[in-house]
Structure formats: C-alpha cells, structure tokens
C-alpha cells in the first residue's frame, strides 16, 4: 500500500522528516482517529498494538504514586510519538498516556512486517536517544 499522503503535509514533526520512501514502506497505513478529550490511550502493562503521532495538543504521561494519587510527569507533543517504545522492540506500556488529541496512528503489526525487509524506522531514534547530553 502506498501512501497518497506526502509526509511534509503532516503536523506531527517526526512524520513530516521521514522520506517519501520510508514513509510508503512504514507508514503508509496511518489512520486517523478521533480521541475524546482526557482519552486513555494506555495503562501501564497494556500491549503496544499502536502508536499514535501526535499533531494537535498535547499527550500526558503520567505515573501513580505509592498514595494512589496520579502526577504527570511528562507531556508527547507533535514532536513525539505515543507508544515509541513498541519501534524499538518493546511489548507493552511502561507509561500512562492520557491526551485531548487526534493523531494518525499505525498498527505496531505493521510496523513488524517491513522490519524484516528493511532496518525498524527506530534506527534514528535508538541512535539520538543514546547520545549523551551536552556536559555530561
């Protein structure tokens, strides 16, 4: 399947980056959703079936403290990805992903299918991810 959409006219600045090519090849099956306002898109220990690029708001990512009481210690705008850890290998949610946002989003399935062709569209992120911050 490729995409009729070019990259560049996404809002989300991850997509927009991606070439033509890569962007047919790993995410041609995007799909928009529409997402209620505070929409729990993942507990912690739920499966990464999708992930969700984010081009309007903004996601929260909370964690629950020994109280019970839940913090955000964190916020996926249009420069991240909801569920990055499933293009880098990982199985399920080690966050919680609250957000008033609509992104396009992608089944991890089909992520998995073309790695076997190709390199995972995670080799950029595994590679800034593991560059030390300035002064360090």
């Not at 912690?44 to 903004?58: Q, T």
């Not at 499933?86 to 949610?93: D, I, K, P, R, T």
């Not at 989003?105 to 590679?127: H, M």
């Amino acid at each position: 399947m490729v995409s009729t959409t070019p990259p560049s006219t996404y809002k989300n600045r991850i997509l927009a980056a991606v070439p033509q090519e890569d962007f047919d090849r790993y995410f041609a099956g995007l799909q928009p959703v529409s997402l209620p306002l505070k929409h729990l898109l993942y507990r912690v220990g739920d499966p990464l079936d999708s992930v969700y690029f984010i081009e309007e708001g903004v996601g929260s990512v909370l964690t629950s403290m020994a109280s019970g009481s839940t913090i955000e210690v964190g916020m996926i705008g249009s420069e991240g990805i909801v569920g990055a850890a499933a293009l880098m290998g990982g199985e399920v949610s080690a966050q919680q992903i609250v957000g008033p946002f609509a992104p396009p989003r992608c089944a991890t399935s089909r992520l998995s299918s073309t790695s076997a062709r190709k390199p995972r569209p995670a080799t950029g992120c595994t590679r800034s991810s593991s560059v030390a911050p300035a002064g360090s």
